[in-house]
């Protein structure tokens, strides 16, 4: 059983920075890894995946230029670096992952617990 462990989050203040952090263990032959995140009211929304095996990356244009996803195979773990974050960027931030490639679209397989973040103005 595949398990992910979302861990990172915290309160900052606008235009700071913060990484997240997403551990795989278990069956890990996971091909499509990403972040998601879910504002109170509003629908998951993808924010970044990344292809675990050839690093190919796609991230929502709310974010682009922003935030970078990347990945340590070695570790099983993809981060997402979160620079000059804005207090819409507040919510709670979801690690997911598939087995099968990101090019069949974002992964909702498997989920993380979930970790919060926080940006005052």
């Known amino acids: 059983q595949v398990q992910l462990v979302d861990s990172g989050g915290g309160s900052v203040q606008a235009g700071g920075s913060l990484r997240l952090s997403c551990a795989a263990s278990g069956y890990t032959s996971l091909k499509c890894m990403a972040w998601f995140r879910q504002a109170p009211g509003k629908e998951r929304e993808g924010v970044a995946r990344?292809?675990?095996?050839?690093?190919?990356?796609t991230y929502s244009d709310l974010v682009k230029g922003r935030f970078t996803i990347s990945k340590d195979n070695a570790k099983n773990t993809v981060y997402l670096q979160m620079n000059n974050l804005k207090p819409e960027d507040t919510a709670m931030y979801y690690c997911?992952?598939?087995?099968?490639?990101?090019?069949?679209?974002?992964?909702?397989?498997?989920w993380g617990q979930g970790t919060q973040v926080t940006v005052s103005s």
């Open positions: 990344i292809s675990v095996r050839f690093g190919a990356t």
């Open positions: 997911a992952a598939k087995f099968d490639y990101c090019s069949g679209g974002w992964p909702t397989q498997f």
